[in-house]
């Protein structure tokens, strides 16, 4: 069974920092492309961050600079490292593992507010 546990998540002030863990078990995990998503009320998700199973990156516009997505295939484990954070960050962060099928966490809060 496979499952996808993210972590991380919770409230801070604009220009902080937060690191979101995505934890996977039950898949060949250094061979999944994973992704990060983000989601708020009333807009579709968009894909936030990807890294391929040999650490080759991409991110959405306007993270550049300020997110950086990194994996651990030693410990099953992706991450999201986001600083410089702006309320328009505010958002339900998901985690995917995609290869021939795709997998989704249950995803954490991201609010950022003063």
């Known amino acids: 069974q496979v499952q996808l546990v993210e972590s991380g998540g919770g409230l801070v002030q604009p220009g902080g920092s937060l690191r979101l863990s995505c934890a996977a078990s039950?898949?060949?995990?250094?061979?999944?492309?994973m992704r990060w998503y983000r989601q708020t009320p009333g807009k579709e998700r968009e894909l936030v961050a990807r890294?391929?199973?040999?650490?080759?990156?991409n991110y959405l516009d306007s993270v550049k600079g300020r997110f950086t997505v990194s994996r651990d295939n030693t410990k099953n484990t992706v991450y999201l490292q986001m600083n410089s954070l702006k309320p328009e960050d505010t958002a339900v962060y998901y985690c995917?593992?995609?290869?021939?099928?795709?997998?989704w966490g249950q995803g954490t809060q991201v609010t950022v507010s003063s």
């Open positions: 039950g898949l060949p995990f250094s061979r999944y492309v």
């Open positions: 995917n593992a995609i290869l021939f099928t795709d997998y």
């Open positions: 890294i391929s199973g040999s650490g080759s990156t």
